[in-house]
């Protein structure tokens, strides 16, 4: 069974900071995975997703890599800002019984205090 | 917009009454999913649909939900005979054929009193 697991399950950091947050995922027979943001009582935002024969996905401030073998993904989130506080979620794509599947972690709860 | 729509954003509803949810999602997908989130955990799978039909229901889908898709664009998911576990946000989700990227809605928060 795919276990996703993300760690810390919550940082607080000072505004201007880099951080990483840290996804695990125990089967790497994946298509894809994928970072997520979500606001208070919202849905889910698409960040990254980095296909399973990539490294690594930037967009502007974000950068997420990959690495199958050891079953491990980093979000890295540069000069971070007040406006980044969210909960950050990885989710990896699998063909489980017949269909493709989002398994997910539990979610890293970010605070970046101004 | 033409991202996924759920409707209603919000639902309260007392325990034993029955609620339906609606998603609508990007035109051309024709993969949707139904994932729960309950408070501090990441989605989980309910079901999944490729075009009209119902090709996998997970067993946290007891026999009191349902989920239609009836011409392959929008669906339904029906909770009969609500209980207080029942309540969570429900999120839908939609991808196209060929692609392995979906795409969420902003969820229906159901909260059972």
């Known amino acids: 069974k795919q276990e996703v697991t993300q760690i810390p399950a919550a940082l607080s950091v000072p505004e201007g900071e880099n951080l990483v947050l840290n996804c695990s995922f125990t089967?790497?027979?994946?298509?894809?995975l994928q970072w997520f943001r979500q606001d208070p009582g919202k849905g889910l935002t698409s960040l990254l997703l980095i296909q399973s024969s990539q490294r690594e996905q930037t967009s502007g401030r974000l950068n997420a890599s990959l690495d199958k073998s050891s079953g491990r993904s980093t979000l890295y989130i540069a000069a971070s800002q007040p406006g980044d506080s969210a909960t950050y979620l990885c989710?990896?794509?699998?063909?489980?019984?017949?269909?493709?599947?989002?398994?997910f972690g539990q979610g890293t709860r970010l605070t970046i205090n101004p | 917009d033409t991202g996924v729509s759920q409707n209603p954003r919000h639902k309260i509803t007392k325990r034993g009454q029955n609620v339906t949810f609606r998603c609508d999602p990007i035109s051309e997908h024709n993969r949707l999913y139904w994932y729960r989130q309950t408070l501090g955990q990441g989605p989980e799978f309910l079901t999944y649909f490729q075009n009209e039909a119902q090709l996998e229901k997970s067993r946290l889908l007891s026999d009191r939900f349902s989920a239609e898709r009836p011409k392959g664009s929008f669906s339904t998911l029906e909770i009969q005979r609500t209980e207080q576990g029942d309540s969570a946000m429900y999120l839908c989700?939609?991808?196209?054929?060929?692609?392995?990227?979906?795409?969420f809605g902003q969820g229906t928060r159901l909260t059972v009193v």
């Open positions: 989700a939609s991808r196209r054929h060929g692609s392995t990227e979906a795409f």
């Open positions: 089967d790497s027979a994946i298509y894809n």
């Open positions: 989710a990896v794509a699998r063909f489980i019984q017949g269909a493709q599947k989002l398994v």
